[in-house]
């Protein structure tokens, strides 16, 4: 795994609980929801291929 990666999610993490705490204070909680509901299907969409590949690894390993 990359390390760049870690930094990536970080930072969206980061930049959402903002953005969420600053729309929740403006009285707009549905769009804090669907920013967080987008930074965490973002963060999914770059996780699922390194997800695939351990599984991938772990189905070769057990193989007899």
Do not use: D, N
């Not at 804090?32 to 299907?41: E, K």
Request: hydrophobic content about 60%.
């Amino acid at each position: 795994m990359e390390v760049s990666i870690i930094f990536k999610i970080a930072a969206v993490g980061i930049l959402v609980s903002v953005l969420s705490q600053v729309l929740k204070h403006s009285g707009r909680e549905e769009h804090a929801f669907l920013t967080s509901l987008a930074g965490l299907l973002l963060v999914l969409y770059w996780i699922v291929p390194y997800i695939v590949e351990l599984f991938e690894t772990m189905k070769k390993m057990f193989q007899l």
